[in-house]
C-alpha cells in the first residue's frame, strides 16, 4: 500500500461510524449515566499496525463525580443482551494518566438509572497515580456500592453471565493478568438483574469539573462457559420429606439466647448454647432466652430493615422486622442493642423438586440446612451482606428447616430471602415464607412454649415434628 492510499484510508477510518439504528460499532447505545454535565462521547476508529491491518478502536470521553456509593456519574457505552454472554475489552488512558477516582472497565447494569444493580471489572487510578484492577458490586437498587482491589492493571478486563442449571442467573468479574482468565472473587448470583441487561463500557474521571479519554480496543461479545469452578449444590434427599402435617400456623419459631458464653465464642459455643436437649454446659448465670413464633424472619436491632427497608421495588417493603428480645418488639432499633446472642429460626417448609436459591442478609455468622443437609453458611466474621445459596430439591415434600445465628458486638440483623422466578420471567427476592409474593409455605407443625423457672432456671416445652 502506498503511504498516499494509506493517508486516504486514515482519513476515511478515523470518522465516528454510526449504524442506522443510531449504534456506535459494536455498541448499540452511547449515553452519559447519571447526567454529569453531558459531556461524554463515544467515537468508533480505526487505525492500522506496522502490518497494514486494520484494528478497530472507540475513544470514550467520560466526566462524573465516579462510579460507587448509592448513585453513579460516568459514561456508558453498551448494548442489551439475554442469557449467557461475555463482554471483554482492554483499555489505556488516552491523554496523561487521570486523577484519583477515574475509572475505565467493563459493566453490566440493570438499567440506566444511576442507582441501578451494577456488577463492574474496572481499572481505577489510586491516590499514586496508578492502575488497579478491581471489581465492585451494587446487588440491590438504590443501596451503596461495594468493591474490592484485586491487585495491579490487568491486560484485559472481563465480565459475564452465566446461567447456572440452565436457569439460575450468575455474573463473574474476571480479568487477565498476562496467564488467562481469573475469576475475581467468588462467582455471584444476579437475580436482581433482568432476564435482559446493559453489556458494555464505562469510563469516569472522578470528578464532575473534568473529563478524561480512554482508548479501547479489542472489544469482544461472545458466548462463553464459566471461568472458575460452579458453585457447589447441596442435595435434599426425597427421604428427607415429612409427612404432611397441619398448617394452621404459618411462620417459624425463633429462640434467641445469651449469657455464659466465652469472651471468644463461635459456632461450637452457638451450637452448644442453642441445643437445649443436651446439658449446656455454661454457667446459666445471667442466661437470657426467648422463644416465639414469628411470621417472617427479618429482625434487627440497630439501623435500617436491610434488603427490603424502602420502597425500591421489592414486595416486602413495609414489613417492619422484629427485635431478638423484646416480645413484642416495638421499634426494634429503639437503641437496645443486644450483643453476645445466638439464635435458632426453624419450622416445615414444603419446597418443589428442582434447584432452588435461599439468600441470607445477616450480621454475623449463619448457617442453615433443610432437611438435616446444610446448604450453607456464612463466615464466623462475616458483615453485614448477602450471601446466596443453591440447592435441589429431589421430590415435592415438606422439610425440616434451620437456620442457626451468632453475633458478637454491634448490630445485629438476620433476613431469610428466598429467590423466585416470577410469572414475567424475573428473579425476585421475597422474604422466606411470603407466600402472597411467591415464596414456599413455611410452618410450625406443632406449639411452642417457653417457660421460665426463677432466675437461672429454664425449661423448653416443646413439641417436636
Not at 498516499?4 to 460499532?25: E, K, R, T
Request: charged share 20%; glycine share 14%.
Amino acid at each position: 500500500m502506498s503511504s498516499h492510499s494509506l493517508c486516504l484510508l486514515l482519513a476515511v477510518i478515523l470518522l465516528p461510524v454510526v449504524d442506522a439504528l443510531g449504534g456506535i460499532g459494536v455498541f448499540e447505545f452511547a449515553e452519559d449515566i447519571g447526567g454529569p454535565n453531558d459531556c461524554g462521547s463515544t467515537a468508533f476508529q480505526g487505525t492500522v499496525d506496522r502490518n497494514g491491518a486494520l484494528v478497530e478502536q472507540y475513544e470514550i470521553v467520560g466526566c462524573g463525580s465516579g462510579i460507587g456509593g448509592h448513585c453513579d456519574e460516568f459514561h456508558f457505552a453498551y448494548r442489551t443482551l439475554s442469557g449467557q454472554w461475555r463482554l471483554s475489552a482492554e483499555f489505556e488512558w488516552s491523554d496523561q494518566t487521570p486523577g484519583d477516582g477515574a475509572m475505565q472497565g467493563v459493566m453490566i447494569r440493570a438499567s440506566n438509572a444511576d442507582d441501578t444493580v451494577q456488577y463492574g471489572t474496572l481499572l481505577s487510578v489510586s491516590a499514586r497515580g496508578d492502575n488497579q484492577t478491581e471489581f465492585l458490586i451494587r446487588d440491590k437498587i438504590g443501596s451503596d456500592t461495594w468493591d474490592r482491589s484485586v491487585g495491579d492493571a490487568a491486560g484485559r478486563l472481563g465480565i459475564q453471565r452465566v446461567l447456572i442449571g440452565g436457569e439460575i442467573p450468575a455474573v463473574e468479574s474476571i480479568a487477565d493478568f498476562g496467564s488467562g482468565w481469573k475469576r475475581l472473587g467468588d462467582l455471584m448470583l444476579m437475580t436482581d438483574l433482568a432476564e435482559t441487561a446493559a453489556f458494555g463500557v464505562a469510563v469516569a474521571s472522578g470528578s464532575a469539573r473534568s473529563a478524561v479519554s480512554s482508548l479501547v480496543t479489542e472489544v469482544v461479545y461472545e458466548r462463553a462457559a464459566m471461568v472458575g469452578p460452579a458453585p457447589e449444590v447441596a442435595r435434599i434427599p426425597a427421604g428427607a420429606a415429612k409427612p404432611a402435617g397441619p398448617r394452621d400456623r404459618p411462620g417459624f419459631v425463633m429462640h434467641t439466647a445469651t449469657g455464659g458464653l466465652p469472651e471468644e465464642w463461635a459456632y461450637a459455643d452457638m451450637c452448644e448454647l442453642l441445643d437445649l436437649r443436651n446439658d449446656l454446659h455454661l454457667s446459666t448465670a445471667g442466661l437470657q432466652a426467648t422463644l416465639r413464633e414469628v411470621p417472617l424472619v427479618n429482625f434487627y436491632d440497630s439501623g435500617h430493615r436491610g434488603t427490603f427497608a424502602c420502597d425500591n421495588g421489592f414486595p416486602d417493603g413495609a414489613f417492619p422486622g422484629v427485635d431478638a428480645f423484646e416480645c413484642p418488639a416495638g421499634h426494634p432499633a429503639g437503641g437496645d442493642d443486644d450483643d453476645n446472642f445466638a439464635a435458632e429460626v426453624t419450622a416445615l417448609i414444603h419446597l418443589t423438586p428442582g434447584l432452588h436459591v435461599m439468600g441470607v442478609r445477616s450480621e454475623g455468622a449463619t448457617v442453615i440446612a433443610i432437611g438435616g443437609v446444610e446448604i450453607g453458611r456464612t463466615d464466623d466474621d462475616a458483615g453485614l451482606s448477602n450471601r446466596d445459596f443453591i440447592f435441589d430439591v429431589e421430590r415435592a415434600g415438606d422439610y425440616t428447616f434451620r437456620a442457626r445465628y451468632l453475633v458478637g458486638q454491634g448490630a445485629a440483623a438476620l433476613e431469610l430471602h428466598e429467590i423466585v422466578k416470577r410469572a414475567e420471567g424475573q428473579w425476585r427476592r421475597v422474604l422466606l415464607g411470603d407466600v402472597n409474593n411467591g415464596g414456599s409455605a413455611v410452618y410450625v407443625p406443632q406449639p411452642a412454649t417457653i417457660v421460665l423457672l426463677g432466675l437461672g432456671g429454664l425449661a423448653l416445652l416443646r413439641g417436636r415434628p
